[in-house]
């Protein structure tokens, strides 16, 4: 079974700039999560979404938005970018069927210059 | 989430049992202990989790005690690719929530 799938990998943006990724969850995973990983900051949750619909958010500004397909893919934007956004983004999907353990993505490095 | 306490690193010999304890003494009756761990510039990645009982499976063992405020991850033969950050966190949440876990370092 494969795993939680993001795109790219990596990415350079320049300031003011606008970001999308995207993200595959497991299969069968109706429910995707969005982090931001920083050397200072840690771990941080961003927005979880269920059947296209955004469950909960994180504190974080409305530059950060996202949504949900139907077939469970999701993307996450970031307009106007900051040196600040610069950071790994994860995905992470779960199911009730597998116990709503969550499983990340590899990740996508976002540096901003 | 219930706040955890972990060592901030840890050295193993390749082949012999890594222990890493984790302190949790605020747990909460319905949160679970999750263990995970993330090796340099991947995402996180699932080990194992437990409420009560012990667990195992092919990656590691958790050992949970009586009165749950703490627990060990047991990884039983490490190897070199076992070098990582492992973190434990306690939630019975949506969300989850690292702290600085323990930086293990396994050595030949």
């Known amino acids: 079974k494969a795993g939680v799938t993001q795109t790219p990998r990596y990415l350079i943006k320049t300031r003011g700039q606008q970001v999308t990724l995207s993200c595959s969850p497991i299969s069968g995973h109706r429910s995707v999560s969005w982090y931001q990983q920083t050397p200072g900051q840690g771990l941080q949750f961003l927005f979880e979404?269920?059947?296209?619909?955004?469950?909960n958010k994180g504190n974080f500004p409305g530059r950060f938005s996202g949504r949900q397909f139907s077939n469970s893919r999701s993307e996450m934007n970031v307009s106007t970018l900051e040196l600040g956004d610069s950071a790994l983004y994860l995905c992470?999907?779960?199911?009730?069927?597998?116990?709503?353990?969550?499983?990340f993505g590899e990740g996508s490095w976002l540096t901003v210059v | 989430d219930a706040k955890t306490t972990q060592p901030p690193s840890m050295d193993c010999a390749e082949g012999r049992a890594a222990n890493l304890p984790c302190n949790h003494s605020?747990?909460?009756?319905?949160?679970?202990v999750y263990w995970y761990r993330q090796i340099h510039s991947q995402g996180p990645q699932y080990i194992i989790h437990g409420l009560k009982n012990n667990e195992t499976n092919e990656m590691a063992s958790l050992i949970i005690t009586e009165d749950r405020k703490s627990s060990t991850l047991i990884l039983p033969h490490a190897t070199l690719r076992d070098t990582a950050v492992y973190y434990c966190i306690v939630t019975n949440d949506y969300k989850l929530s690292f702290g600085a876990g323990t930086t293990v370092t396994v050595r030949a």
């Open positions: 992470a999907s779960r199911s009730s069927l597998s116990g709503n353990t969550i499983y």
């Open positions: 605020t747990i909460s009756g319905n949160e679970y």
């Open positions: 979404y269920f059947s296209e619909t955004q469950r």
